[in-house]
């Protein structure tokens, strides 16, 4: 007979801060004379990323329900009467309260442009590379932490990517089973055996969490701003590489799930191939129900044997959500407010490049989607494809029971024949009872979450703003790049996904994806 008390009481008050800069612009070729004034420039590319994971409980003991408990008669001898009892008693009570605070700032600039060839004689010619702004933030309270795995494509790649917990792909790294048995076996002829074994089990779980999370994000990509002046006696030409911003946010406040991993592939150059999703193993360890079993094997002849096999279980759940998401995204794509004026003796030209903008937010709130406790369960698969460039192939291949979770926080199970379904997201208790021996367990769980998330999102991506203007003796031309915004952002709050693992991928196509 055991008794234990846990209390657990986590305070987290966490302030990130992330400036990220790259520049290649701001470059300047002027006052010259007899010949080609000329400034290129590379790319700039910035990648930030910000991992917080704070009060997340893992209790542990010796083992669920006190171990194995068996009452056994085996091997006596004829005409015996035996008799077996084995009877155990666990009281558990654990209360967990979690309070998280988190405020995470990032300012990026990734700057090719601004760069200045004015007042020269002869021509002038000003080309920037891209400019690529990146970053991830993962911030989990009060739940699981996610494991992050990054994938990237520059140039051209021919070849399938497949996406696995790779150690050199990792970009933030760093089971409990109860038996009750009653058993006669192997006992002599006309013996009379008896076994009983008892296991009572009581269990009270208090959990508050309260979370608030705020984000400010502010990104910007500028490959624009570029100045070809005052020139003479030659032409004067402005291109602009792509201006190309990301940002993934991902919360988790108060989430339970078994464990989690997200994969994210950019595809910057060009890519033929597949990008295949990891296959489930049948070899995962997972948490099962504990196995209550009665036998009666090998017994002599005209033996009595008497084996009873009871279980009860009894759940209580109590659970009270409150959940705010104010998101707050501000997105701006120029490849205008270009200038070719007061210009003689030449042409001039202006020719743009397009304004991308793929956004995706997902509140995934008080959903409750827990596992059978088979390590075989499929996941939960959230694949987020982002196409500002070119895509020509689907999604294959998911098997039927996977978990999809559509962008507007819609659950949809994989059917028989690979349709997909909807699924009833209502708070539920499943339980999977087997009646063996005697088992009684009671199981009380009150959980109170309270949950504030605020994502302030500023994304500027610029190739215009590019003037040409008061030149003598030639053509003059601006040509800009695009500038392309992807902005993903998931909120999970006060959602139960346990006995189930999550996998997110999200995939964005800036440049060109033959496959599927």
Not at 3 to 26: C, F, M, P, Q
Not at 281 to 304: H, K, P
Not at 323 to 346: E, K, P, Q, R, W
């Amino acid at each position: 007979s055991t008794s234990t008390d846990i209390t657990s009481n986590n305070t987290a008050d966490v302030n990130n801060s992330l400036n990220l800069e790259a520049v290649t612009g701001e470059n300047s070729t002027s006052r010259n004379t007899g010949g080609l004034s000329s400034v290129t420039t590379g790319d700039a590319t910035v990648d930030g990323l910000i991992a917080t994971n704070v009060n997340g409980t893992s209790i542990s003991g010796t083992g669920c329900c006190g171990g194995p408990l068996t009452a056994e008669n085996s091997d006596n001898g004829a005409g015996s009467t035996n008799t077996a009892q084995a009877s155990n008693s666990n009281t558990t009570t654990t209360t967990i309260t979690n309070d998280a605070d988190i405020q995470t700032e990032i300012v990026g600039l990734s700057l090719t442009g601004k760069n200045d060839a004015n007042y020269n004689v002869g021509d002038s010619a000003i080309v920037t590379g891209d400019a690529n702004s990146s970053t991830t933030v993962i911030t989990g309270a009060n739940s699981a932490a996610f494991g992050i795995y990054n994938f990237d494509v520059n140039g051209s790649q021919t070849g399938d990517i497949v996406l696995g917990e790779n150690s050199a792909n990792c970009v933030n790294c760093g089971t409990s089973t109860s038996s009750v048995q009653a058993e006669n076996s192997g006992n002599g002829a006309n013996s009379t055996n008896t076994a009983t074994a008892e296991n009572s089990n009581t269990t009270t779980e208090t959990i508050t969490n309260a979370a608030d999370v705020v984000n400010n994000i502010t990104l910007t990509a500028n490959s624009g701003d570029n100045d070809a002046n005052y020139n003479t006696g030659g032409s004067s030409s402005i291109t602009t590489g792509d201006a190309n911003v990301v940002v993934n946010v991902v919360n988790l406040l108060n989430t339970s799930i078994t464990n989690g991993v997200i994969y994210t592939v950019d595809i910057f150059g060009s890519l033929v191939g597949n990008v295949v999703l990891p296959q489930a193993s049948a070899s995962s360890s997972g948490c099962g129900n504990g196995a209550v079993a009665a036998v009666n094997s090998d017994n002599g002849a005209n033996s009595t044997n008497s084996a009873t096999a009871t279980q009860t279980n009894n759940t209580t759940i109590t659970q009270t959500n409150n959940a705010t998401i104010d998101n707050n995204l501000n997105l701006t794509g120029n490849t205008g407010n270009n200038d070719v004026n007061f210009n003689t003796a030449g042409d001039s030209v202006v020719d743009t490049g397009e304004v991308n903008v793929a956004t995706s937010v997902s509140n995934v709130a008080n959903i409750n989607v827990a596992g059978t406790g088979s390590p075989c369960d499929p996941p939960v698969h959230i694949v987020l494809i982002n196409k500002i460039g070119n895509w020509i192939g689907q999604i294959l291949g998911l098997p039927e029971g996977t978990y999809v979770l559509a962008t507007d926080g819609s659950l949809y199970v994989v059917g028989p024949g690979g349709e997909l379904i909807a699924v009833n997201t209502g708070n539920g208790v499943a339980t999977t009872n087997t009646t063996t021996a005697t088992s009684e367990n009671s199981t009380t769980v009150t959980q109170t979450n309270t949950g504030s998330i605020t994502n302030n999102i500023t994304v500027e991506a610029v190739t215009g703003g590019n003037s040409a203007s008061y030149n003598t003796g030639g053509n003059n031309s601006i040509t800009t790049g695009d500038a392309n915004i992807i902005v993903n952002v998931i909120n999970f709050i006060n959602s139960n996904f346990s006995g189930r693992k999550i996998i997110m991928t999200i995939v964005n196509v800036f440049g060109s994806w033959l496959g599927n």
